[in-house]
T-cell receptor, first 113, second 115 residues
Framework: GNSVTQMEGPVTLSEEAFLTINCTYTATGYPSLFWYVQYPGEGLQLLLKATKADDKGSNKGFEATYRKETTSFHLEKGSVQVSDSAVYFCALSDRVRDDKIIFGKGTRLHILP | KAGVTQTPRYLIKTRGQQVTLSCSPISGHRSVSWYQQTPGQGLQFLFEYFSETQRNKGNFPGRFSGRQFSNSRSEMNVSTLELGDSALYLC??????????????FGEGSRLTVL
């Protein structure tokens, strides 16, 4: 079945450091890929998405490129801020198969001032 | 515009009891999905309702059930609670379900503790 694997956390970085959170997926169809973010005490919110191979999603300085050849959708940001501290979830939706949105287990990010 | 509202936010139950959680989606949204979030398993899909019909179901036992009303509000019920049911239960709404844009709008969750 479909699945999402993302790097385990927590990830701790200093402010202004470069961030990469790895995400790979397994899907039998043609999935759309997403990154969601969960700030402390809140529900998840969509950060960015990509619907086909080679698409790049971007928002708030974060970027991720849909790589079909490596089945990956790594999240990157050039210079993180303390306010980026949160849990980040990679997810996929397979519109051909069953449309459920499947989430990875989440990566907790701590940014130190 | 009001976001997704879940009630209650926190509750404590004992093993064997049952619980009902409520979710009011964003106005105009017809799809409601439920997820269970635990530290060990992450986010696991429970079910999705669209226009009062269950459209998708995850791999949870029959103790977990849900329904959706004509105003799109949804409830989920867990019967015969077990310790392992302790989790944050998240509700998410979307305009036309995950078959459209795939974007879900989440509530803050209902945190259930089973003693």
């Amino acid at each position: 079945g479909n699945s999402v694997t993302q790097m385990e956390g927590p990830v701790t970085l200093s402010e202004e450091a470069f961030l990469t959170i790895n995400c790979t997926y397994t899907a039998t169809g043609y999935p759309s890929l997403f990154w969601y973010v969960q700030y402390p005490g809140e529900g998840l919110q969509l950060l960015l998405k990509a619907t086909k191979a080679d698409d790049k999603g971007s928002n708030k300085g974060f970027e991720a490129t849909y790589r079909k050849e490596t089945t990956s959708f790594h999240l990157e940001k050039g210079s993180v801020q303390v306010s980026d501290s949160a849990v980040y979830f990679c997810a996929l939706s397979d519109r051909v198969r069953d449309d459920k949105i499947i989430f990875g287990k989440g990566t907790r990010l701590h940014i130190l001032p | 515009k009001a976001g997704v509202t879940q009630t209650p936010r926190y509750l404590i139950k004992t093993r064997g009891q049952q619980v009902t959680l409520s979710c009011s989606p964003i106005s105009g949204h017809r799809s409601v999905s439920w997820y269970q979030q635990t530290p060990g398993q992450g986010l696991q899909f429970l079910f999705e309702y669209f226009s009062e019909t269950q459209r998708n179901k995850g791999n949870f036992p029959g103790r977990f059930s849900g329904r959706q009303f004509s105003n799109s509000r949804s409830e989920m019920n867990v019967s015969t609670l077990e310790l392992g049911d302790s989790a944050l239960y998240l509700c998410a709404s979307s305009l036309a379900g995950t078959r459209s844009t795939g974007e879900l709008f989440f509530g803050e969750g209902s945190r259930l503790t089973v003693l």
